[in-house]
């Protein structure tokens, strides 16, 4: 069964850091490029970043630019997204997801909670 | 490249046929995938590539379009349809959402 399992959330104060991880399982994770979607209480989706195979293609959403950092190794099948200078407004459930050419599967989510 | 849903909720009944609208800002070709989401899980494929049905989903759900112009249709709703609907532009980063479709039982 292919599976995502996010992992890593929690509640964090204003300009601290978060390290989120997302384990992937059922399918050949190198040879897929993955992405982050976050969607904040009660809101919408948005996107915030994809990587590509090897890791040599990055990109982010202008609202987490220069905060945010994607990664992942392929040798342990895990994606992952280091969150600094956490702001009030990147409280979220975070989700991975396979993708492009479409989104699919996701994962249950991690929720990430930023408040004093 | 903004993505317009409408309507934004929809209220309908079991056996309805409902149709919701997604329009790009520019061309996007036909890279739109649509999503249902149910309260508190993660979103679930339902159609790619404008008109591709996922495997697995009923046959009920439908998308047409391409350019900048698209819609997701649902033939006869069945109970376990009440959700919220997105749509999803993959022409270009950001892959922006819609701002989503809620629909409600009548």
């Known amino acids: 069964e292919v599976q995502l399992v996010e992992s890593g959330g929690g509640l964090v104060q204003p300009g601290g850091s978060l390290r989120l991880s997302c384990a992937a399982s059922?399918?050949?994770?190198?040879?897929?490029?993955m992405n982050w979607v976050r969607q904040a209480p009660g809101k919408g989706l948005e996107w915030v970043s994809y990587?590509?195979?090897?890791?040599?293609?990055?990109y982010y959403a202008d609202s987490v630019k220069g905060r945010f950092t994607i990664s992942r190794d392929n040798a342990k099948n895990s994606l992952y997204l280091q969150m600094n200078s956490l702001r009030v407004e990147d409280t979220a459930v975070y989700y991975c997801?396979?993708?492009?050419?479409?989104?699919?599967?996701w994962g249950q989510g991690t929720l990430v909670t930023v408040s004093s | 490249i903004q993505l317009t849903q409408s309507p934004s909720s929809l209220s309908a009944s079991v056996g309805d046929r409902v149709t919701i609208t997604c329009r790009a800002s520019?061309?996007?070709?036909?890279?739109l995938a649509w999503y249902q989401q149910k309260p508190g899980k993660a979103p679930k494929l339902l159609i790619h590539?404008?008109?591709t049905l996922q495997s697995g989903v009923p046959a009920r759900f439908s998308g047409s379009g391409s350019g900048t112009d698209f819609t997701l249709t649902i033939s006869s709703l069945q109970p376990e349809d009440f959700a919220t609907y997105y749509c999803?532009?993959?022409?270009?980063?950001?892959?922006?959402f819609g701002q989503g479709t809620k629909l409600e039982i009548k």
């Open positions: 997801t396979r993708g492009p050419p479409f989104f699919d599967p």
């Open positions: 059922g399918f050949t994770f190198s040879t897929y490029t």
């Open positions: 990587i590509s195979l090897s890791g040599d293609a990055i």
């Open positions: 520019q061309g996007i070709s036909s890279f």
């Open positions: 590539t404008a008109s």
């Open positions: 999803q532009q993959l022409n270009s980063y950001p892959y922006t």
